[in-house]
């Protein structure tokens, strides 16, 4: 195996195909982790559940690929429409704000008609909402795309409520995190390919510049999306049932109860502190290498794929390792991970050590969501769909790009603004420490 990827690779040297490189790297890698994976298939999941399982993960590399597409999007628009890294961060706002307001509704759904109708109704609602960048493409204005997106944000939010505790079911429950965090590493996947493709297409002017048109990815995205919603419309998904199912009500009882859990609580705050650190790095990656000077934005978008491929994998190997080690431990060392990472950043020791930095945060952060929120899960029954809905409104942390967009646009530093997540990935260090003391 090892052989004919040094082949490839000289192969790919001679075309002069550099992207191309890194992605066959991180891909073979990928594959010789999913086969790690597939010998301890028992551990993650159940033989009954083999089928859910599998198509369940297919969707999160969809939500992946959708959500890293707006960290190019946003230096696209600042380059096709000549405007600042503030107005363009509404692009995150709007679309994550769709998460905040649709979350409970969407628990709301999921509790009444199931996980299967929770993910058709995502689905369909994130492929009329890429569809709709035809028509916003017509009126010609920035804020039109910005209703766009807040649709495929209602969609995604479905997506993730359905899949996200949907996963943690599907086999044993001391695996639920290992689970999640295999899952989560397609992810990974979707994101990598959404900024080596996307972001090539997008930035294919001979100066980095934008050169392609935003609505033909939209256009693909939501013909396949449809595609995928008329599948999951034709199968059968187990519905899990707990034994306390009939004890819990739906509506402001639920949230009554979990309101009143301290470390539900707590892992909630420790959830949308992470969503804030890595949504705004996610969307200001681009921005911060481009604003230092140190590359145009072709460049930076193909750096930012090799640090979304380095998340993937981590999350692969994280799923490994916790099956070994107590998930809050390992989330313990991988916060202090990211907070020294962070710092390091901060402390502006040039173009390489700052670039490295930034990748080997990927590393560190990559376990986080689907740790926390499992780990804030655990226990809570027929509470469980409840909580899910909760927990996924977290992704309006990603608002939090728009203050990094002020602070850099009103001071002219463009390394300032990383405090802001350097305060998230602090808080997640104190949640797992303070997790590890209860235990």
Known sequence: MSRRIVTYQKLLKVLHIKKLQAYFFVLSSVCSNFAHMKQNQASLSSKQYAVPFILITSLFFMWGFARAILDVLNKHFQNALDISITQ?????????????LMAIPAGLFINRQGYRRGVVSGLLLFGLGSLAFIPCSMLGTFYAYLVALFIIGCGLVFLETSANPYVTELGPKETATSRLNF???FNGVGSMFATLVVGSFLFQGADGSAGGDAVIPYTIMGAFVLLIAVVFARVKLPEI???NDNDTKQGAHNLKMLFRNRWFVFGLLALLAYEVAEISINSYFINFVTGQGWMKAATGSTILTIGLGVFMLARFIG???????????????????????????????????????????????????PTIFAMTLRGLGGLTKSASSILMMTPVGGCGFLLMGIIADSTDNFTLPFFIPLAGFTFVLVYALRYIAKK
Do not use: P
């Not at 107590?326 to 991970?337: I, N, P, R, T």
């Open 88 to 100: 363009s961060a509404l692009i995150q706002v709007t679309t994550y704000l769709g998460y905040f």
């Open 183 to 185: 899952s989560q590493s």
């Open 241 to 243: 049932v707990h034994d």
């Open 319 to 369: 799923a490994a390792v916790m099956s070994n080690i107590a998930a809050e431990k390992y989330l313990a060392v991988c916060a202090l991970g990211t907070v020294i990472c962070i710092a390091v950043l901060l402390l502006d020791f040039g173009r390489d050590v700052s670039v490295l930095a930034l990748i080997a945060n990927y590393f560190f952060e990559a376990i986080m969501f």
